[in-house]
């Protein structure tokens, strides 16, 4: 079948509107045998920009942001039916990467699944999907916690209050 890929990445210069020597637009395809309509049977993925609104094949964004970019992701498909999003090839130690389906609800942690398919009405949809990159910090001691003594070569149990930790992400 026919495919399409939108690329992410982050870099110290770019911005997060178009950067003409970063990013690219997202070029459609049209089809041949009628003036100023997209090709119905080709997918297209991008990114799109926070406040220009600018379909992108390519999006840098700036290094500052990776723990906390949130991207939207557009969607046009000219066919209903379902459909197949695959991360290829990714690199974010360190980062959870989620694919968010504000439609259906849906969560997809892209740090260990691969794939994620979707039913598609025909059209164009440029707020439907997310992407959503965060750190992933260690929780805090939010209290304090009770002096445990456990002997050596016996079976222990740690016991923690509920509330202990805080969990920043």
Do not use: C, M
Not at 12 to 32: C, H, K, M, P, Q
Not at 54 to 60: D, G, M, Q, R, T
Not at 79 to 106: C, H, P
Not at 114 to 133: I, K, M, P, Q, V
């Amino acid at each position: 079948g026919k495919s399409d890929a939108a690329v992410v990445y982050f870099k110290s210069n770019a911005t997060v509107e178009f950067d003409g020597i970063y990013d690219a637009f997202r070029l459609f395809s049209w089809d041949n045998n009628l003036s100023n309509t997209w090709n119905n049977d080709v997918p297209h993925i991008f990114s799109v920009t926070s406040s220009e609104k600018v379909a992108l094949s390519i999006n840098a964004l700036p290094e500052s942001l990776l723990g906390e970019a949130v991207i939207p992701l557009g969607i046009r498909i000219g066919t209903s039916g379902e459909y197949t999003i695959t991360k290829d090839q990714f690199n974010f130690a360190g980062v959870n990467v989620y694919l968010i389906d504000k439609q259906e609800g849906i969560t997809i942690n892209l740090n260990a699944e691969e794939n994620y398919t979707f039913n598609f009405s025909a059209g164009d949809d440029r707020t439907r999907f997310e992407l959503r990159f965060n750190v992933n910090n260690a929780p805090l001691v939010d209290r304090p916690i009770n002096k445990q003594i456990a002997s050596e070569d016996t079976e222990f149990n740690f016991i923690f209050e509920q509330n202990t930790f805080a969990e920043l992400d």
